[in-house]
């Protein structure tokens, strides 16, 4: 199937066709099924799914109605609406949004506490289309008057059992009381369908349809899990090891104390890894400075309290490490789901001390996740592991050489024995990596 079979209008093809979208994902396809049409809908949905995608074509629909053309938005009332349980994920959302809908002429605009309260007042007081926020600073400007849902057309939650999980309840009631209950379409976009989930759906959508567009057994089917065994005061120890025997392209450690994430933080810089700290009483510019770091490639080692990571989108993670486990079962789908996205294989590690396995063994069993366990990797693994992939890249390089790089060589080598050359370059080649701790 291709997303010119799904009756989308003009503009939107052009912007899907302009980001390369050819064939919609699973959860795509699912929420627009004509089946489903204009109804409410219940998804189970993994993270990088698309499903940002998926519900921003369900906001066009919603917008543009059967003359295919968006109504000049007035102010104080927006349209659509989507709840976000962070700022990043709601800016990400918002620019997401942005693109999609351009073509369209909509007007999308965020409101996400530590932003500026007047600039996003002045905002909707000039009319947008869609708006994406926070559920606290979306109460906060309902309360003020600032914000009005009486001509809501659709409403998203993302993430919905992560903002109850947050404690956002209070919040959400407010809003979806705030919404007119006729006529909106309303979609719960959710990892999990846990009880309270559930109720919210009885209570504020219409007969809402379930779409399991990521089967159970699926959710973690991209993802690898690996457990260790580790005293707690070795921690750290195991997590400078873990990280040097995988070399991951991009990981993110998971503390349980903000006091822990800068420690960590800070002791893995020191050791030489690019590493840096996000945690729930950072500001906005220094989250925001932490995360462009680590996807620009400026840093390789995110480590984040659960709070501080909740709904970030970061592609291209290799590695889940939780440092320091998770407080259940869900959680540890939210924290695991950071990787393996989008159809790319992921990897996540446990560190667990001798007390902690039996409540860790628990916890994926109600995961419906195996962990292959085994020992931290050790300084000899490590060498040896670092001694191939210094093997590959010689070999990938030795094919051929220009006449002045073997003019060099020959000089390199007059008077030197070969092995003491190799030598040195070994002594290069590891001095550009933290050292391995020795672990009891």
């Known amino acids: 199937m291709t997303f010119d079979a799904l009756s989308l209008s003009p503009p939107l093809r052009t912007a899907l066709a302009a980001r390369g979208y ?20 219940l998804v189970s949905s993994r993270t990088g799914s698309g499903k940002t995608v998926a519900f921003g074509l369900v906001l066009a629909e919603a917008l543009l109605g059967e003359e295919m053309a968006l109504a000049p938005p007035a102010p104080r009332l927006p349209g659509a609406l989507v709840v976000a349980p962070t700022r990043e994920l709601a800016l990400q959302v918002q620019s997401e949004l942005s693109w999609l809908l351009a073509g369209a002429g909509a007007r999308v605009g965020a409101c996400v506490g530590g932003m500026d309260p007047r600039r996003e007042a002045r905002a909707l007081a000039g009319g947008l289309h869609v708006v994406v926020g926070t559920p606290g600073r979306l109460r906060d400007h309902l309360d003020r008057g ?37 006529g909106r379409r309303t979609l719960l976009f959710s990892a999990t369908l846990p009880r309270p989930i559930l109720e919210l759906a009885r209570r504020y959508t219409h007969e809402a349809a379930r779409v399991a567009a990521t089967p159970p057994g699926e959710a973690h089917a991209d993802i690898a899990y690996r457990a260790h065994l580790v005293a707690a005061r070795e921690r750290e120890h195991a ?92 959680a540890l789908q939210h924290r695991s789901g950071r ?53 590959a890249e010689v070999a990938a390089l030795a094919v051929e050489a220009t006449e002045e790089e ?27 990596h933290p050292a391995p701790e020795e672990l009891p």
Do not use: C, Y
């Open 22 to 41: 050819g064939e919609p994902t699973p959860v795509q396809a699912a929420v627009l099924a004509t089946e489903l049409r204009g109804r409410d809908l």
């Open 146 to 182: 600032q914000l009005e849902l009486a001509a809501l057309q659709a409403l998203v939650l993302d993430e919905a059992d992560e903002m109850l999980d947050m404690g956002f309840r209070e919040e959400l009631e407010a809003i979806l009381g705030a919404a007119p209950a006729e």
């Open 239 to 330: 997590i400078v090891n873990v990280l040097r025997r995988l070399e991951p392209a991009s990981a993110l450690v998971f503390r349980d104390r903000r006091e822990t994430v800068h420690h960590t933080a800070a002791s893995l810089a020191e050791r030489g890894f690019e590493a840096v700290a996000l945690s729930g009483e950072l500001g906005q510019a220094e989250r925001t400075k932490a995360l462009k770091a680590l996807r620009d490639g400026r840093a390789r080692v995110l480590v984040a309290t659960d709070v501080a990571a909740r709904g970030l989108d970061l592609p291209g993670v290799d590695l889940v490490l939780h440092a320091d486990l998770p407080r259940d079962a869900a």
């Open 339 to 391: 990787t393996g996205r989008a159809g790319r294989k992921g990897l996540a590690v446990l560190l667990s001390a001798p007390a902690e396995r039996f409540r860790l063994e628990r916890m994926l069993h109600q995961a419906g996740v195996a962990a292959e366990w085994g020992p931290v990797p050790g300084p000899e693994e490590i060498r040896a592991r670092d001694e191939e992939r210094l093997a």
């Open 406 to 432: 073997r003019a060099v060589a020959r000089r390199l080598l007059a008077g030197r024995a070969p092995e003491l050359v190799a030598a040195a370059l070994v002594r290069l080649e590891r001095a550009r």
